[in-house]
């Protein structure tokens, strides 16, 4: 019996997962990249991108997972140039702690993150986004480019459902 299946159904979902600059964040947006390859190794491509300071970061999860193959694929995107942080200094835990508060504006500013991240996603193609909560322009990129966005918060939803305002 002659297979039904076409060309296009055999082509890979292509997931882009972009973590905030915090190895707290880094992990979990690996995990979940890994979960997803893993779990339907011949229909899903998972992509962490991540800053290059950081790309060692997600090398280094991802050994954890390897039985024959990389269970997820990395891609970088420059961070961008910070008046006050050393060059090279693109995670909180490498920053000193008076230099901290210079990632956390540059991961929200859409000035300074929006343009970057956009050229990856572009570059990227993906069929899905996940994105981390800090970076909200990036669901506007994908629905100009018709791609579906999740945004994905590792606290979980527990911590924002009982915050006060």
């Given amino acids: 019996m002659a ?21 707290s964040h880094i992990g979990p947006f690996t995990e979940l990249a890994v979960s997803l390859a893993t779990a339907r190794p011949h229909a899903v491509e998972a992509t962490v991108a991540v800053t290059p300071a950081n790309a060692s970061i997600v090398r280094s999860l991802l050994q954890r997972h390897e039985n024959g193959g990389t269970p997820a694929q990395v891609a970088t995107y420059p961070f961008p140039a910070v008046d006050g942080l050393p060059r090279g200094v693109e995670n909180l835990g490498a920053a000193a702690q008076a230099d901290a508060w210079r990632i956390d504006v540059a991961a929200v500013s859409d000035t300074l993150m929006r343009p970057v991240q ?3 996603i572009r570059a990227q193609s993906p069929d899905a986004l996940v994105t981390d909560v800090h970076f909200m322009w990036n669901a506007d990129v994908c629905d100009e480019l018709g791609v579906p966005c999740i945004t994905y918060n590792v606290v979980g939803a527990f911590s924002p459902s009982v915050s006060g305002p």
């Fill in 3 to 23: 297979s039904t299946e076409t060309t296009s159904s055999n082509k890979k979902l292509r997931v882009l997962l972009i973590p905030f600059f915090a190895s």
């Fill in 118 to 120: 956009e050229t990856l």
